[in-house]
Nanobody
């Protein structure tokens, strides 16, 4: 069983930056692919970014070039650096984990955090 705890959400003005963190309680964290998804009000949950166990990264087109996912295996933590934030980035952001390969579909992930709210004001 893997527990994921997100932090770092908050209120920021458009054009600003935030960094989300996700601490994982996995004994073999380095073997997990980690992902970030988000759900905006009234919308379906959508893929944001993922990083596999080799630190290969994947991004949704809407965030590519603005967001950066990274991991620190020594700290069992994955990060999402978000720059040039837009009001449409407002959502609850969820950290996810699955063994081995990264994925872009939410149904392929086994473990989920409770989410952290990100609000971008215009």
């Amino acid at each position: 069983q893997v527990q994921l705890v997100e932090s770092g959400g908050g209120l920021v003005q458009a054009g600003g930056s935030l960094t989300l963190s996700c601490a994982a309680s996995a004994s073999s964290f380095s073997t997990y692919a980690m992902g970030w998804f988000r759900r905006a009000p009234g919308k379906e949950r959508e893929f944001v970014a993922a990083i596999d166990r080799f630190s290969v990264t994947y991004y949704a087109g809407s965030v590519k070039g603005r967001f950066t996912i990274s991991r620190d295996n020594a700290k069992n933590t994955v990060y999402l650096q978000m720059n040039s934030l837009k009001p449409e980035d407002t959502a609850v952001y969820y950290c996810t984990a699955r063994l081995r390969t990264a994925a872009t579909m939410s149904g392929e992930y086994d473990y989920w955090g409770q989410g952290t709210q990100v609000t971008v004001s215009s």
